[in-house]
């Protein structure tokens, strides 16, 4: 990826005097990332010009369980039931600890995105995903 952008210095680049583009692409490649922009093929942006922020992609994270009554792991059910019973119960045996768990978030191939354009579209922004109407 290329060097690490804040939002500040992006809205800073508006200031002074380069308006921004906000864009629609489709990621083709995820590792190295491409995605070819809208309305032209072989517009093609890469990883090294283009900054992907953090939660669009896979990430480690901590949580905590802190409801002192949830003591057991999980109960077992069927998994051909349709539904889960009533008693069970997602937890850690050892309330208010800290646990580490993997946010699976990654651009992936054939999603949609916005991007914004900036430095005289020498750089790019990932801003989110793109939702279509049928996924609403």
């Keep these: 990826m290329a060097e690490e ?13 380069q308006m921004p583009e906000v864009l ?8 190295p990332l ?5 309305g ?3 517009w093609i942006i890469t990883e090294n ?5 953090w939660q ?13 009554d949830t003591k057991q792991v999980f109960t077992t059910w069927d998994m051909a039931e349709k539904f889960e019973s009533l008693e069970s119960k997602i937890s850690f045996k050892e309330p208010k600890t800290k646990h580490k768990i993997t946010v699976h978030n990654k651009l992936v191939k054939g999603e949609k995105v916005y991007i914004l354009s900036f430095h005289y579209g020498k750089q790019y922004y990932v801003l989110d995903r793109v939702k279509t ?3 609403r």
Excluded: C
């Design 49 to 53: 010009n283009t900054f992907v922020p």
């Design 5 to 17: 952008t804040s939002i500040k210095q992006l809205i800073q680049s508006i200031v002074d005097g």
């Design 40 to 42: 032209d093929a072989k």
């Design 133 to 135: 109407r049928s996924e």
């Design 34 to 38: 491409k995605i070819q922009m809208e």
């Design 24 to 31: 629609q692409g489709t990621v083709i490649l995820e590792k």
């Design 56 to 68: 669009l992609t896979d990430y480690e994270t901590e949580i905590t369980f802190d409801n002192p």
